[in-house]
Structures are given as C-alpha cells and as structure tokens.
C-alpha cells in the first residue's frame, strides 16, 4: 500500500492550494483517509478526514476554509484550502485508516502514511 502526497508549494496569505494524495495498493472503500499537519516545533495535529463513502470531519482551525474530498475513480484524496493563514504552514501528510470514522483525530489510528509535503504560507 502507497500514499503519495504532493501539491504544496509556497503561497501567500490569502491565496489558495489543492493537495493531492494518491493511493495505490488496495482498495480504500472501507477506509477513512485523513490530512494531517506538522508545523516546525509543533506536533503533528489532524486537520481532515473522510470516510471514503461518505463523512467529513475538520479541525477547528481549517473549517470553512479547507475541503476535503475523494475521487473515487483515480483513488485519490484531495484538500482544497482557501483564504490561507501563516499559521497554515507545515508538512502535510496524507493517512488511510481501515475501518474508522472520518472523526478519528488521533495519528495511531491511521494504518498507512505518505511523504510529506510542505506548505507555506507567506505574509
């Protein structure tokens, strides 16, 4: 099982980027697959995830300005974020968790990783 993440780059605040997050090796439908965050010196923090049939669930920090969502066809996981903040900047990484629900915040739960990819956010 693979998850590749990629799409980041550098953005200014207020601009808009789309990660992406392909997975192979499986089927994901009984899967949730989740976006996870990791600024410098700070822990890695859920930021979204998403039964791959059906809910969502967001940090507190990133709703109304982050979507997630799935294309089922190219088995890829999307995050759309607008209005983008400083605080925004990290390494995002890409999870699938077996069996759990989209509202599953804690990173042990997760079962596969893909590599990160770094977003940042200039003022």
Request: with cysteine; hydrophobic share 45%.
């Given at each position: 099982v693979q998850l590749q993440a990629f799409g980041g780059g550098l953005v200014q605040v207020g601009g808009s980027l789309r990660?992406?997050?392909a997975a192979s090796g499986r089927t994901f439908a009984s899967y949730s697959?989740?976006?996870?965050?990791?600024a410098p010196g700070k822990e890695r923090e859920f930021v979204s995830g998403r039964r791959w049939?059906?809910?969502t669930n967001y940090a507190d920090s990133v709703k109304g300005r982050f979507t997630i969502s799935i294309n089922n066809a190219k088995n890829t996981v999307y995050?759309?974020?607008n209005s983008l903040k400083p605080e925004d900047t990290a390494v995002y990484y890409c999870a699938a968790g077996k069996g759990i629900a989209s509202t599953v915040t804690y990173q042990s739960a997760y079962d596969y990783w893909g590599q990160g990819t770094l977003v940042t956010v200039s003022s």
């Open positions: 990660l992406s997050c697959m989740a976006w996870f965050r990791q049939t059906s809910t995050l759309q974020m």
